[in-house]
């Protein structure tokens, strides 16, 4: 399995202001996803996270506001540009296991509080 | 769209069984199960990747029907550890190589003593 640290864990943000999240995975991993999912709802694919390359955005998010960077096969970071209360989120990193059968190690998740 | 789940929450008392139903309006590849506890991540139970597929993981088991797009979870003899929010997650046909998860409405379940 895939141990992947994220953070901030949690934050409180001023409007208009920028946040970046960090992804952290214990081992090389080929695809990497950023998600966010906002109290009690279901999760939402921002975007996939592609090592070398531009990030693939999902119908409804867009690279100004939302920058990824994936410089390596174990490292990305999302950047939450020009806030609002809107954007207060949980964001969560989540990998495919390779190994496995496909499936999804998620991260602990990053709490932002826009005020 | 986003992948329809029944019921939207349950409460059992332990021992009891449940069965959550995932739905999708899109022809599936794959069918994925996470189940969520408040404040934690998704944690992966199962994929099922065949049509009629069903596969099994302690007391939870699944089945895939791919003709009617759907997956049904089954939970039987319910443990209080078995709380929290249940999530099918699917892949179809129409998003190319990349494999990505379409995660559905979700399932609150809680048990009870």
């Known amino acids: 399995s895939a141990v992947i640290s994220q953070k901030p864990s949690r934050d409180i943000c001023q409007r208009g202001t920028s946040l970046t999240i960090q992804c952290q995975v214990d081992?090389?991993?080929?695809?990497m996803f950023w998600y966010r999912q906002q109290p009690g709802q279901s999760l939402t694919l921002i975007a996939t996270a592609n090592q070398g390359s531009e990030a693939t955005y999902e119908s409804g998010f867009v690279i100004d506001k939302f920058p990824i960077s994936r410089p390596n096969l174990t490292f990305s970071t999302l950047t939450v540009s020009n806030m609002s209360p809107e954007d207060s989120s949980i964001y969560l990193c989540s990998v495919e296991w390779s190994q496995g059968a496909g499936e999804l190690f998620f991260g602990e998740g990053s709490r932002l509080t826009v005020l | 769209q986003q992948p329809v789940q029944s019921p939207q929450a349950v409460i059992l008392r332990e021992g009891e069984d449940a069965v959550i139903n995932c739905s999708s309006s899109?022809?599936?590849?794959?069918v994925h199960w996470y189940r969520q506890k408040h404040g934690e991540a998704p944690v992966f139970l199962m994929i099922l990747l065949k049509g009629g597929e069903q596969k099994g993981h302690e007391k939870i088991s699944a089945s895939f029907n791919e003709k009617k797009q759907q997956s049904s979870l089954y939970l039987t003899a319910s443990q209080l550890s078995y709380s929290g929010t249940y999530f099918c997650?699917?892949?179809?046909?129409?998003?190319?190589?990349?494999?990505?998860?379409?995660f559905g409405t979700g399932t609150r379940l809680q048990v009870t003593l």
């Open positions: 997650g699917t892949e179809s046909w129409d998003t190319g190589t990349a494999s990505k998860l379409t």
């Open positions: 899109k022809a599936l590849y794959s």
């Open positions: 081992s090389q991993v080929t695809m």
